[in-house]
């Protein structure tokens, strides 16, 4: 995996992560990656509000995500941050109600350029992601990646259960139907 390189979203990177997004339609009905980052009664759920929101916490340095380059080119990426910075996760209550450990990152989203797919760039976003977490302090990290056993599913947002296994990440319990909790302390 040596052509790609992983550099943090900052300002700087902004275009290229924004050109990614661009060429497929604001991804996931032109979320811009923003559904973690606010509560539904908070969203405008319009393409260019969720344009301008990421762009907005992402000029604050309060959206976080490793970015995966081939070149000079955006192909994947994975966001990562704190709970108050994430606080929309998928099955919110039932995690809340099980909780029994609040993270220091939550990693919440990994896409891939559908150009690249299937050569194992999820895997590289989240070790950038982890990367990224490390070099601030590190902690503890959970992602909540679909539990399909295998199972092929048409959109995984976050990845699966056995990507997180890889990368060193212990299942906790499941949530909702078909995702989890994993857990990896980062040095």
């Known amino acids: ?3 790609y390189e992983v550099r ?3 300002p700087d990177t902004w275009d ?3 050109a990614l997004v661009e060429r497929h339609n604001g991804v996931f009905g032109g979320c811009w990656c923003t559904w973690f ?5 908070e969203k405008e759920r319009s393409y260019e509000a969720n344009r301008l929101l ?3 916490l992402v000029d604050q340095r309060r959206a976080h995500a490793a970015l995966v380059f081939d070149g000079a080119e955006a192909v ?3 966001e990562f941050g704190s709970p108050a910075e994430l606080p929309n996760i998928h099955h919110r209550k039932q995690y809340e109600a099980e909780l029994d450990l609040t993270p220091d990152y939550r990693i919440t989203c990994i896409f891939v350029d559908r150009r690249y797919r299937h050569r194992g760039l999820s895997a590289v976003a989240l070790a950038g992601a982890l990367d990224l977490i490390a070099a601030v302090g590190g902690g503890v990290v959970e992602g909540y990646p679909h539990d399909n056993a295998g199972q092929r599913k048409a959109v995984l ?3 699966t259960r056995a990507l997180y296994e ?8 499941s949530k909702g139907m078909g995702n989890c909790v994993m857990r990896r302390t980062v040095e």
Not at 166 to 173: I, L, Q
């Open 37 to 41: 980052h606010t509560m539904p009664a």
């Open 76 to 78: 994947a990426w994975c």
């Open 8 to 10: 943090a979203l900052t």
């Open 1 to 3: 995996m040596s052509e």
């Open 166 to 173: 890889r990368a060193g990440f212990d299942y906790v319990r």
């Open 16 to 18: 290229g992560f924004a």
């Open 54 to 56: 990421k762009k907005r």
């Open 157 to 159: 947002y976050n990845g």
